[in-house]
């Protein structure tokens, strides 16, 4: 959780925000479910999941790195997102991406991450599947 301090005519005033980074829950919450990635640009990509079924969604943070190692993976965008699907901006044509969201109660406790999906670097030419169409071969 995230506080704010704000002083007002010499009072403080204290705002609690609620903001992905948050300490883990001691209660089991449910992250989303079926985690895609899908390029649309060399520097663009959109992803989209399923909700979680926990009962006090807020919202979910999302997050990309180049590796699977934890260390790796920073906040994708600065907000929390309420919506089930997220276009990620300013990519790197020739990199690979790694993603994962978790979801972040109303309470403000952040659940687990899903599982690492993985968005290959952008290729401008898409793969040519030939069937054999007729019976000929």
Do not use: H
């Given at each position: 959780?995230?506080?704010?301090?704000v002083?007002?005519?010499?009072?403080?005033?204290?705002?609690?925000?609620?903001?992905?980074?948050?300490?883990?829950?001691?209660?089991?919450?449910?992250?989303?479910?079926?985690?895609?990635?899908?390029?649309?640009?060399?520097?663009?990509?959109?992803?989209?999941?399923?909700?979680?079924?926990?009962?006090?969604?807020?919202?979910?943070c999302?997050?990309?790195?180049?590796?699977?190692?934890?260390?790796?993976?920073?906040q994708?965008?600065?907000?929390?997102?309420?919506?089930?699907?997220?276009?990620?901006?300013?990519?790197?044509?020739?990199?690979?991406?790694?993603?994962?969201?978790?979801?972040?109660?109303?309470?403000?406790?952040?659940?687990?991450?899903t599982?690492?999906?993985?968005?290959?670097?952008?290729?401008?030419?898409?793969?040519?599947?030939?069937?054999?169409?007729?019976?000929?071969?």
């Amino acid at each position: 959780m995230k506080v704010l301090i704000v002083f007002l005519l010499g009072i403080v005033l204290i705002a609690l925000t609620i903001g992905c980074g948050s300490s883990s829950s001691p209660r089991v919450i449910k992250p989303p479910t079926n985690l895609v990635a899908s390029r649309i640009s060399g520097d663009k990509a959109v992803l989209s999941w399923e909700a979680s079924a926990d009962s006090d969604v807020a919202g979910y943070c999302i997050y990309r790195g180049l590796t699977t190692e934890a260390s790796s993976f920073t906040q994708a965008g600065t907000t929390l997102f309420i919506s089930l699907t997220y276009t990620d901006t300013g990519l790197t044509s020739t990199d690979g991406y790694y993603y994962a969201v978790s979801t972040l109660t109303t309470d403000s406790q952040e659940g687990p991450w899903t599982d690492a999906v993985y968005l290959p670097p952008y290729s401008a030419s898409l793969p040519i599947t030939i069937n054999n169409i007729g019976g000929q071969k």
